[in-house]
């Protein structure tokens, strides 16, 4: 079993025990993770790593943090936890975008953050801790009976200009006279 340490300072590799540290490397990938299959800890905060996050299968694995990351679409990230890391049992997504806190985000409050709690207990059911605090029998409860229905849905923006041209020509002029606009009337 091997325990990884990527320091910021370095980039150099530490060998220690079942565990994998990467916080404030800027990472952007997780290539070469998958050779690591027997991770039990993996600590990921404090770099660039997004949407596009792919985790190799790690069935050991029972720790994961990815706090201050640029994560933003929660339903994908957790199906795709839900199938690489079935023995996840503590999750911290604090400091992104999909995890609606209102220390980072001043537009959420706690009822925003209690539905993501929900939600996140619906995809992960096994889960013990949450961000920085132990999942309750009650939080397990409501995830159970309502947690499917607190997705938080965005609505599509559509970037779409139109530009419209108005013809404000007068149809009947003189041959050979410039055109004359009477103006736009609405």
Known sequence: KVK???SAHNGLPDLVQDHFSCCLCH???LEGLSAFGSLEELILDNNLLGNDLVLPGLPSLHTLTLNKNQITDLECLLDHLAEVTPALEYLSLLGNVACPNELVN???DEEDYKRYRYFVLHKLPNLKFLDARK???QEREEALVRGAFMKVVKPKVRTTLTVLR???WVPFKPRGSPPVCLGCRW
Do not use: D, M, Q, Y
């Open 135 to 137: 999942v309750t029998k």
């Open 4 to 6: 990884i340490f990527i």
């Open 166 to 168: 108005f013809a404000c």
């Open 106 to 108: 001043l537009e959420k």
């Open 27 to 29: 990472c952007r990938s």
